[in-house]
């Protein structure tokens, strides 16, 4: 039987349970966290407030703040409940990576702007399961520092990537 404590732990750790997917967990955190910022882009246009580039910007860097410090702090705990090293339940990383893959790119008016979000989601997916140097490296650091940074690695890679590339695709 789970604890409160538990509980509350693995729906953090999972983001609302996107990690518990049996086939491609990483992936499904991904998804959730894009998905997230799509509804953030949608409240944004649906109020007809702008959505300006610091704006944007704050939103991704708390999300990249909120995300990652709730894996440090959780890393340890979803490790041994999990009794893996990098649990893929543990989808708090694909968030921070997701929000960071996206931080500083342009903005878009309308419905580009979640072409854009798909750039972001399907780079960072690349470059979370290629795990260029560092980002491997950086997996063998411990719990929560290991689960997370292995992540931003990649999405460093991504960001340059969705920079060149939507600059190039929307001038």
């Known amino acids: ?11 953090f750790v999972t983001l609302g349970g996107s990690g518990m997917s049996p086939v491609a967990p990483g992936t499904m955190g991904s998804l959730a966290a894009t998905a997230m910022l799509a509804v953030i882009v949608l409240i944004f246009h649906r ?4 959505l300006t580039p610091l704006t944007w910007n704050a939103i991704l860097v708390a999300g990249i703040l909120i995300y990652g410090a709730l894996c440090v702090a959780l890393g340890q705990w979803a490790t041994e409940y999990y009794g ?6 543990c989808v708090l990383d694909e968030g921070a990576g997701i929000c960071l893959t996206a931080l500083f790119l ?5 419905r580009r702007e979640y072409w854009a979000l798909l750039a972001v989601f399907v780079a960072f997916r690349i470059f979370d399961i290629l795990k260029p140097p560092p980002a491997k490296q950086l997996e063998r650091l411990p719990y929560g520092w290991g689960i997370l ?18 600059r190039w695709a929307f001038p």
């Open 1 to 11: 039987m789970t604890s409160a404590s538990g509980t509350w732990r693995r729906w």
């Open 47 to 50: 109020t007809q407030t702008p």
């Open 84 to 89: 893996r090293k990098d649990p893929g339940a």
């Open 106 to 110: 342009p903005l878009y008016p309308g």
């Open 149 to 166: 940074l292995d992540d931003l690695a990649a999405a460093v890679y991504a960001n340059i990537s969705c920079q060149l590339l939507l």
